[in-house]
């Protein structure tokens, strides 16, 4: 038999719209992840993606936030009007996507197949995906609220920007990934952040260059821990198992193997037979957060004690 010359991404496209018009997949199931999709047919993650991207765009299936993706409601016959689409809307619906399956699935045919309408319909709001994902970034920070009193002490304003900075990005993790620390961002929104840390830390006596080295790190101590929540929920469709199922099932009896930590005395006093943590150790990151905020700006005001000699 002649072996199909239909790419990989349309075949599975296929299958999967005949499981949902077979109601394999009825409306409202969720639809094998990516990752599961890659795994089932033995695809690269970038095939298995633009076959979702095919079933978006022919509105079969739908992104929900903290959902996924899933079949997409029966049409009823007969068509209403549709609203015309905004700017607004575009960039809503790119971010629900964002939010609920990773920034892998934001593309402008899965976005275009959301709004319902065709991927070209979508230059008319943004130039191209670049600019999306500096919109979509530009959108979530401007959200974020701080009542910012600048007659509050320096520490006691940080503390509440870089608290809002981690709730905003604890939401939407993929933010930290648009673009390395090395090429920020010149989105408004973030600007005024940062412009509004540089000046609660004017006042404690830094030079102007490891004042703006300290807002580096704060925000960089944001999004590196941050990322693990995008990082756990990859681990979560890759394993079928949570942190905690890993943890017990893979990790635990292979450091509890004899002799395994003994070339290791210090994580042996730790977590071995007689060790301080043999009940476990639950990683929590938002502890995380406030513990390493608190040491960063413990650090930051003995610094500027030193340099201002007080």
Same mark, same amino acid.
């Not at 890659?38 to 979702?52: D, I, P, R, S």
């Not at 961002?185 to 952040?193: F, G, K």
């Given at each position: 038999? &002649? #072996?199909? $010359?239909?790419?990989?991404?349309?075949?599975?496209?296929?299958?999967?719209?005949?499981?949902?018009?077979?109601?394999?997949?009825?409306? !409202?199931? +969720?639809?094998?992840?990516?990752?599961?999709? @890659?795994?089932? %047919?033995?695809?690269? $993650?970038? *095939?298995?993606? +633009?076959?979702?991207?095919?079933?978006? @765009?022919? !509105?079969?299936?739908?992104?929900?936030?903290?959902?996924?993706?899933?079949? &997409?409601?029966?049409?009823?016959?007969?068509? *209403? &009007?549709?609203?015309?689409? *905004?700017?607004?809307?575009?960039?809503?619906? @790119?971010?629900?996507?964002?939010?609920?399956?990773?920034?892998?699935?934001?593309?402008?045919? @899965?976005?275009?197949?959301?709004?319902?309408?065709?991927?070209?319909? /979508?230059?008319? %709001?943004?130039?191209? +995906?670049?600019? $999306?994902?500096?919109?979509?970034?530009?959108?979530?920070?401007?959200?974020?609220?701080?009542?910012?009193?600048?007659?509050?002490?320096?520490?006691?304003?940080? #503390?509440? %920007? =870089?608290?809002?900075?981690?709730? *905003?990005?604890?939401?939407?993790?993929?933010?930290?990934?648009?673009?390395?620390?090395?090429?920020?961002?010149?989105?408004?929104?973030?600007?005024?952040?940062?412009?509004?840390? /540089?000046?609660?830390?004017?006042?404690?006596?830094?030079?102007? +260059?490891?004042?703006?080295?300290?807002?580096?790190?704060?925000?960089?101590?944001?999004?590196?821990?941050?990322?693990?929540?995008?990082?756990?929920? =990859?681990?979560?469709?890759?394993?079928?198992?949570?942190?905690?199922?890993?943890?017990?099932?893979?990790?635990?009896?292979?450091?509890?193997?004899?002799?395994?930590?003994?070339?290791?005395?210090? %994580?042996?006093?730790?977590? !071995?037979?007689?060790?301080? $943590?043999?009940? !476990?150790?639950?990683?929590?990151?938002?502890?995380?957060?406030?513990?390493?905020?608190?040491?960063?700006?413990?650090?930051?005001?003995?610094?500027? =004690?030193?340099?201002?000699?007080?």
């Amino acid at each position: 038999m &002649a #072996e199909s $010359l239909e790419p990989p991404y349309a075949r599975i496209a296929a299958e999967l719209r005949r499981r949902i018009a077979d109601r394999e997949l009825a409306p !409202g199931d +969720k639809v094998p992840s990516t990752r599961r999709v @890659a795994q089932e %047919f033995g695809v690269a $993650l970038a *095939t298995a993606t +633009k076959a979702l991207d095919v079933l978006r @765009a022919e !509105g079969l299936v739908i992104t929900r936030p903290r959902s996924g993706t899933v079949v &997409a409601p029966r049409r009823k016959a007969g068509r *209403t &009007a549709t609203p015309e689409l *905004t700017r607004e809307q575009v960039l809503a619906e @790119a971010i629900a996507i964002a939010d609920a399956e990773g920034l892998e699935a934001v593309s402008m045919r @899965a976005l275009a197949g959301r709004c319902g309408v065709a991927p070209m319909s /979508l230059y008319r %709001f943004v130039e191209d +995906k670049d600019e $999306l994902l500096a919109a979509m970034a530009d959108r979530v920070y401007a959200g974020l609220r701080v009542d910012d009193d600048e007659a509050a002490p320096w520490r006691e304003r940080v #503390e509440a %920007f =870089a608290s809002a900075l981690w709730r *905003t990005h604890r939401a939407h993790p993929w933010l930290g990934r648009i673009s390395p620390l090395t090429r920020p961002l010149p989105v408004s929104s973030l600007l005024w952040i940062g412009d509004r840390i /540089l000046g609660a830390l004017e006042g404690i006596g830094l030079p102007p +260059k490891l004042r703006f080295d300290v807002h580096v790190l704060l925000y960089s101590h944001i999004v590196g821990l941050s990322a693990n929540f995008d990082l756990e929920d =990859a681990a979560v469709s890759d394993t079928g198992l949570s942190a905690e199922e890993w943890t017990d099932l893979r990790y635990v009896p292979v450091m509890h193997t004899e002799g395994r930590l003994s070339p290791y005395p210090h %994580f042996a006093a730790l977590f !071995g037979p007689a060790g301080a $943590l043999t009940e !476990g150790y639950d990683m929590d990151l938002d502890a995380m957060f406030e513990l390493g905020l608190g040491l960063l700006l413990d650090g930051v005001e003995a610094l500027a =004690a030193r340099r201002t000699g007080a």
